[in-house]
């Protein structure tokens, strides 16, 4: 018969068993249970009474036992008379098997998620929810929630010794909110976080994770089974970034829900001919200015759009639709939010534990601790799980270059050289490495694409050769040297003429994909068109001129939401893009050549194939810096295109350029085509003439548009 001041029955009572089944449940004749907010209970029916142990909320029956079930229930009756009838936790075994603790305490699980977290299981023909947490500095950790009155004692959790894991299978339990409650070994401090598994949460400022069942049905079957087979190195590749809360919001101002995004959305990009779409996170996080890239919630799609089941549905319209889906992802860093990551179990236990290398100083948060197996085997299986649970095509890792060097934004000693005195993170480099064979050996056909800043050699090279193995690269370089080439007045580009051509000698040392993305709208730097020099003429034709070389430059294409109809101000996260500027003529126009572009670049083999090798593109004219004029061929399975840019605004009469092949070359782009709000300044059919130039033994005499470029195709005659 138990005691009061028994050892073991203090501990729990005082919340600090670390093995509440040694107390509780059955052993030998007696079945004991803690039981707050209890009058009476009764083992599995009125005929055992139990007794209350003392004063305390124990209960203990000891007795006759025979017949008794395996997974007993007990009938309670609360304060005010009211009865219930429940099975207890301690009857069942550990449903975490010994192989999955090995895989993931070895950072070799890619589907944690899958026991740990809240996950609906029925054990012994009962249902319920199983729980599971790493936290291996803990003395204790309960499951608290709505169903216990968020009291700690009620559902202490099962230890699994050396793993760090803990488990409690709560039958019964199929839905609400719920967090872990913490108590630190060392301190006694109690820590109430959220669940770094949970598959929902609470909508902000509430922080409670949330009990998830999913009962979507994918209807996309043709689209992963194409997928599985893509090479997307080779294929079309168009990219509209988005960020769901602001595309566009609800007549109240509220954001749109997943049905009403994916409806709206789907019909948009499909008119403009876009492949893709990527969103910025969706990970659950709590402040709405953040964009999502401080997430809290990595195995939680945000609940500002609808439920888990909701963006299933989203991503399964798009691909019904034929467009892809791809998600921005952060693995380099985590918010300090008390009842997230951080200090998770009272320790730095997914941080690093020293400040030099745990603190990102530029954005007050923290950095994962890639050297500890399970944080590999947490963000590995978190990468898998949106490509495979939700059908996600693709995942833009976030800040990669932050992860690479451990003295990234650091200066003198605030940071801490590798074994070999070194700058490089080499655990994080493993990390991605390891992250990047999981994808492609367990999401083939899905694409990782770095955002990486730096001149980091091999970041697309496969692992096997020492590279990183992402499929695409973000060209930062492209990008600086673009933007800052277009703000110039057009008077002073003959000057700068090499801050376009340099990126060409190094277009295929990554496949690389070319941004215009949020980042560079947004903190005073100006909308894209806000960036363009000139009268509001010449801002128009800038802005096409600037899409035309984008489009047609190797590389795969990403543009930022608003940038297609060249949106007047910058970005702003908490409001609908300004739709009323699709009622300008100009901006209409913008639209229209962007269509154009995407279809071009899709229907073209010669504008994306070889976008990320070397005879995929050949040079005309680089040095044209007198007139601000170049030219360029796209090579393709049996065509070539020509590209010719002029970035001044002087019409440029018998201009003459070689051409690979003789015969009728034909304008299939003019982005100064008057339906593009342009001048209307084109040329017809080119028969070429046997002028040796540029190398060619034929070229072609043409007009060059102010500001404006011309793609042409040799006429196919049968």
């Keep these: 018969m138990l005691r009061p001041d028994d050892p073991d029955a203090i501990r729990l009572l005082e919340a600090r068993h670390h093995d509440p089944f040694a107390v509780l449940g059955r052993h030998g004749d007696a079945v004991r249970a803690f039981l707050p907010h209890t009058r009476n209970a009764w083992l599995e ?19 006759d036992l025979r017949g008794l079930p395996r997974h007993y229930r ?40 899958e026991f740990l977290g809240a996950n609906p299981r029925t054990l012994d023909g009962i249902a319920g929810t199983l729980f599971a947490v790493w936290a291996p500095n803990a003395e204790r950790v309960s499951i608290v929630g709505d169903f216990n009155r968020w009291d700690g004692r009620c559902h202490p959790m099962r230890n699994l010794g050396a793993s760090g ?51 979507h049905a994918w209807q996309d079957g ?10 997307w190195r080779r294929a079309p590749l168009a990219i509209y970034e988005l960020h769901p809360g602001s595309w566009r919001r609800r007549a109240d101002g509220g954001f749109l829900d997943w049905g009403t995004l994916a409806s709206e959305l789907a019909s948009y990009l499909e008119d403009l001919g876009f492949t893709h779409l990527e969103l910025l996170p969706v990970s659950e996080h709590p402040l709405d200015e ?69 603190e990102h100083r530029d954005w007050g948060t923290l950095v994962f601790n890639y050297e500890r197996n399970e944080v590999r085997s947490f963000l590995i299986s978190n990468a898998l799980y949106w490509l495979n649970e939700f059908h996600v095509d693709g995942l833009r890792v976030d800040a990669v ?20 005195g070194g700058n490089h993170n080499l655990e994080a480099i493993d990390f991605l490495r390891e992250m990047n064979d999981a994808v492609a050996r367990e999401a083939p056909g899905c694409l990782t694409i770095a955002e990486e800043s730096t001149d980091w050699a091999g970041v697309t090279a496969p692992t096997g050769q020492g590279g990183l193995g992402f499929s695409l690269k973000w060209n930062m370089g492209w990008m600086h040297d ?38 560079e709208v947004v903190h005073l730097k100006r909308s894209l068109f806000g960036k363009m020099p000139g009268d509001e003429w010449q801002r128009f034709a800038n802005l096409r001129l600037l899409y035309t070389w984008q489009w047609t430059f190797p590389g795969k294409k990403l543009l930022f939401m608003g940038g297609e109809f060249a949106q007047e101000t910058e970005w702003n996260s908490n409001q609908a893009l300004p739709w009323e500027r699709m009622g300008h ?13 995407n279809r071009l670049h899709r229907d073209r083999p010669a504008l994306h194939a070889g976008d990320c090798e070397p005879g995929g593109f050949e040079w005309l004219s680089g040095e044209d810096w007198q007139h601000s004029v170049l030219a360029w061929m796209r090579h393709g399975p049996g065509e070539t295109v020509v590209a010719v840019l002029n970035f001044t605004p002087v019409v440029r009469e018998g201009y003459r350029i070689g051409v690979p092949e003789a015969g009728r070359w034909t304008e299939i782009l003019n982005s100064d085509c008057t339906r593009y709000g342009g001048s209307g300044v084109r040329n017809g059919p080119l028969e070429s003439e046997p002028v040796p130039w540029q190398g060619r033994a034929h070229s072609i005499v043409l007009t060059l548009p102010p500001l404006g470029g011309v793609l042409l195709a040799r006429t196919v005659t049968s």
């Design 482 to 519: 673009t933007l800052r080439y277009f703000a110039k007045d057009p008077v002073h580009r003959k000057h700068h003429q090499d801050w376009l051509t340099f990126s060409s000698l190094y277009a295929f040392n990554e496949s690389f994909v070319l941004p215009l993305s949020h980042d």
């Design 45 to 63: 029916d009125e005929t055992r009474p139990m007794r209350r142990v003392g004063n305390t909320d124990l209960f203990e029956y000891t007795g």
């Design 290 to 358: 953040s964009w999502g890239y401080q997430t809290t919630g990595y195995f939680a799609p945000t609940c500002r759009f609808g439920t888990p089941d909701g963006f299933r549905a989203f991503v399964d319209h798009c691909h019904r639709r034929g467009i892809g889906v791809i998600l921005d992802w952060v693995p380099a860093h985590f918010p300090r939010d008390a009842h997230a990551l951080a200090n998770f179990d009272g320790t730095a236990l997914y941080e690093y534990h020293d400040p030099r290398k745990a």
């Design 222 to 231: 043709d689209w992963m089974a194409a997928r599985r087979q893509r090479d």
């Design 165 to 215: 894991v803990w488990e409690l299978f709560v039958p019964g339990l199929h839905e609400g909110v719920y967090k872990f409650e913490i108590r630190n070994r060392a301190t006694g401090a109690l820590f109430l976080k959220a669940d770094p598994y949970a598959k929902g949460s609470e909508l902000r400022p509430a922080t409670a994770s949330v009990i998830v069942h999913s009962r």
């Design 401 to 420: 270059a932050s992860m690479l060097y451990l003295d990234f934004s650091r200066r003198g000693e605030d940071w801490v050289p590798n074994r070999y």
């Design 74 to 113: 007990l009938v309670l009756e609360d304060g005010e008379g009211a009865r219930r009838v429940r099975h207890e936790p301690w009857t069942f075994g550990s449903a975490i098997g010994e192989q999955d603790l090995w895989y993931f305490n070895a950072g070799k699980h890619t589907r944690a998620q």
């Design 585 to 597: 003529p100009g901006a209409a126009g913008v639209a229209a050549l962007v269509g154009d572009l």
